[in-house]
């Protein structure tokens, strides 16, 4: 009996075990789902780079990076005490289009611009600031989602103290 309830215990121990040879317990994950995670965890890093080299030296007030997804936005709900306006800048990648609408001041702001193309280039549009107040926009993504995007907020105009 003693013989048989060991090798039950050797097979469960085996059948626990990867091709190693060492147990695999529930946070383990196979290549293709650390590949996955890790490329999801990067999505957006090369548009980030591509605002930074664009506004070297300017002072961001917010900033955003992921995914393509079809909906983006996001609002600050104050800008600092002089600050005037605010250039938002947006980049991204995989061939859909955005259209934009944007919040300064409390007052909803529509884009004239014609819907940008996700093809690594650089969206702006300055939005003037009043009191302080919210700053915001929201995106909608169509066509592919393939690709990442990057946002940010630079102040553009400070009221002389």
Known sequence: MSASLFL???VMFIGACGPGGSARGPASHSGASRSASAQASEAGQAEKAV???????????GDGFGKLRQEIGNTLAATPKGVLSVTFAFVCTGGAKVSFTFEAGGKEVRSAAPAPTCDKSV??????????GPVGFSADVTGSDGGGFAYSYYVEKKQLP
């Open 123 to 132: 969206f702006q549009r300055s939005l003037t600031v009043s009191r302080g």
């Open 8 to 10: 039950l215990a050797a």
């Open 51 to 61: 605002l930074e080299q664009s506004f070297p030296g300017r002072e961001s007030l």
